[in-house]
């Protein structure tokens, strides 16, 4: 699926969500109104039927009534999305009883999965998420979770992990990498939030009943009085469990209608991404050969099943339409059609799969030697061909993301794996290349970076010496599970530090500025929350100005003759269909460019695609990207939510700059 496309149907499944909920609201407020008002509610003794006695209650007390239950449903689910908002897929992971994974030597299937993660996530061209193992989890499963690419996580069971071989694995992280890619992820929490609100009924419903028991106890124990309010109290309760029943139905329903098809365009992605359909496949083969299947056994389960990789868990509706994921033996056979019927047999007993399988493939097609510091990279893709991989990878992305990662020195990659060396690599990715402001720069770090952070600065600089700029932008991507794994005391002190170190030469480089983009942009909504953006414009014309900003510091960026500039960014305008005049006045610290970024994040999914080819045209007006327009490139596509594939700098051949 195209990915603007996909972010486009994922806006109108949130308004499909909406008028689902409103219509399960109504139906709920309405028989809550009937409860109160048949039990408690004072009525007239001559009223013989329900009816009439539903007929006599004022209007004025049914609108409030009707008030009061829609205020109650509406704080339940608040209480959910801020929760949500706070914590993003974090919250749902350690909801689940997920842990955190680090990086340790001695677990080789534990590195197996944090290396197919991090492979996965600089093919697309997103932050590498953090990943957490559902250690008590037998059952063969996994889900993606997040408000966006920004705070998403990954989430295994310990059977995933110990069943499938790196093929297998591959394919289902492959899957959930769709859900973020195409906005999934942020439609399934909005949903648990929302369907929060309907449960809460029944929650309530819960603790009358328990509540009148204990009432019903201290009445009898004091002289008998009191009965009939704890009767009628367990009443109200038994009711309101019965109504919480109701939103159970709706919820299910609600989650069949906006997951199900999902499923079906999340494995085909996969397949397209790994080129490889014995992967997600073998995977499904092997949660209908193992007596567990895709079961998770935590009790909050139930209210995040419809972001699981399989059926997470069994109820009433098992095996009908109302099911979060489609039948199992239907998805293996839209991947596989000649499937004979038979499952994988497994034993329940977690053995470690082959170790050969484990082992991170040899790359087949390569990009990791972009020689970016010694020259520009003449791209071979027009302008629209570069905006159709935007959020599109493919296997060779793939292959060009493992080749990319292996040309790292492995004493950078264990850095960005551990908290000290990870802070240590970004500071000496800051280091400049003048000896008079770096010896400022260290004094900064020696002075206000944590005991060892120091070290690892002077240690890990000399390493990156050699290393290009598309090197250096992935051991960016590869530090930010490790850093979100910092206290709130240590981010800030991290923030400040990176400020100092860009304003200690009195000017914002090119990848200076991508790598505070880059950083921020993946580590705020960790720490800070999340924030939605909201996109309004349907069309490039309300932010023309903006647009025009932004094709100017691109065409400036790319052409050091001012003709040339000129014709780029004519060449960009081209493709936007829209006329501007160039802004060639110095753009100090990148602050007009900031803001005219801030305006065009506000432009739909739609608007984007004629934008993305407008900065390819303006950049790759002359066939060449150097080191600072893929570092400006990279910063300016994050920011807008566009995933840029490194394997686009396929090189055909380097000129000197």
């Known amino acids: 699926m195209d990915f603007f496309q996909a972010q486009d149907d994922a806006r109108r499944k949130t308004w499909q969500l ?16 009937i409860l109160v008002i048949i039990f408690l509610y004072p009525h007239d003794p001559s009223a013989h039927s329900v009816s009439v006695q539903l ?40 909801g689940l009883g997920g842990r955190a994974m680090q990086w340790d030597s001695s677990d080789a299937n534990g590195r197996k999965l944090l290396n197919v993660v991090e492979e996965m996530a600089i093919a697309s061209g997103v932050p590498v998420p953090p990943t957490y193992l559902l250690d008590d989890e037998r059952g063969i499963n996994a889900f993606a979770a997040g408000n966006s690419a920004d705070d998403a996580v990954i989430g295994i069971t310990h059977g995933t992990l110990h069943h499938l071989g790196r093929d297998e694995l591959q394919g289902v992280v492959a899957h959930e990498f769709s859900h973020i890619l195409h906005g999934d992820t942020r439609i399934n929490l909005r949903l648990m939030a ?23 106890h201290r009445h009898r124990s004091s002289r008998g009085q009191g009965g009939g309010a704890a009767l009628a109290m367990a009443a109200a ?10 939103g159970v139905f709706f919820g299910n329903l609600i989650k069949a209608a906006v997951s199900r098809q999902r499923e079906y365009l999340a494995d085909a992605a996969a397949v397209q991404f790994t080129r490889n359909p014995e992967g997600i496949g073998g995977a499904l083969k092997k949660i209908g050969g193992l007596s567990l299947g895709s079961k998770i056994g935590h009790p909050s389960a139930s209210e995040a099943s419809h972001m699981l990789f399989g059926q997470g868990i069994k109820s009433a509706f098992s095996n009908t339409a109302m099911t979060t994921h489609p039948p199992l033996d239907q998805r293996i056979r839209a991947i596989d059609p000649q499937w004979d019927g038979n499952f994988t047999p497994l034993s329940d007993a977690l053995e470690p799969v082959e170790t050969l399988s484990n082992a991170r493939p040899a790359a087949t097609e390569g990009g990791g030697g972009v020689p970016f510091a010694a020259g520009a990279v003449t791209i071979g893709l027009s302008p629209v061909a570069l905006a159709e991989t935007v959020g599109q990878p493919s296997q060779r992305s793939l292959a060009h993301a493992v080749s990319l990662i292996d040309s790292i020195p492995p004493a950078l990659r264990e850095a960005a794996h551990d908290p000290w060396g990870a802070r240590g690599l970004i500071y000496a990715l800051l280091l400049n290349a003048d000896q008079q402001s770096r010896s400022h720069q260290l004094l900064r770090i020696d002075q206000f970076a944590q005991p060892g952070v120091p070290a690892q600065v002077r240690q890990l600089h000399p390493l990156l010496l050699n290393s290009n700029a598309l090197q250096r932008i992935s051991l960016i991507e590869l530090t930010i599970p490790t850093l979100k794994t910092l206290s709130e005391p240590q981010y800030r002190s991290l923030v400040a530090n ?33 924030y939605a953006v909201r996109e309004r414009h349907r069309t490039i014309a309300p932010v023309a100005a903006e647009a025009a900003t932004l094709l100017s510091a691109l065409a400036n960026t790319a052409q050091t003759d001012a003709t040339a500039a000129r014709s780029a960014f004519e060449q960009g305008l081209t493709e936007l269909g829209i006329e501007a005049d160039m802004d060639t006045a110095p753009d100090a610290n990148f602050v007009r460019l900031n803001q005219a970024l801030n305006a065009l994040r506000e432009l739909r999914p739609s608007a984007k695609p004629a934008l993305v080819r407008a900065c390819a045209a303006t950049v790759l007006a002359d066939q060449r990207v150097s080191a600072d327009e893929g570092a400006l490139l990279h910063g300016i596509f994050a920011t807008l939510d566009c995933p840029l594939p490194p394997s686009i700098y396929e090189t055909i051949q380097s000129q000197a700059i």
């Open 18 to 33: 909406a008028l689902l909920f409103v219509a399960a609201v109504v139906t709920i407020v309405l028989l809550i109104d």
């Open 55 to 94: 007929a006599s209650v004022p209007l004025k007390f049914w609108l409030q009534l009707s008030g009061a239950g829609i205020a109650v449903i509406a704080l339940g689910s608040a209480f959910k999305y801020l929760m949500l908002r706070g914590g993003g897929g974090r919250a749902v992971a350690e």
């Open 194 to 216: 929302l369907l929060n609100g309907i449960l809460f009924i029944g929650y309530i419903g819960y603790f009358l009943l328990r509540a009148s028991i204990g009432t019903g």
């Open 237 to 246: 309760g038994i009711g309101l469990i019965a109504i919480g029943a109701v």
């Open 498 to 530: 990176i400020i100092a170190l860009i304003q200690i030469d009195g000017e914002v480089s090119l990848f200076e500025w991508a790598l505070h983009r880059l950083l921020l942009k993946s580590l705020k909504p960790h720490f800070e929350g999340s």
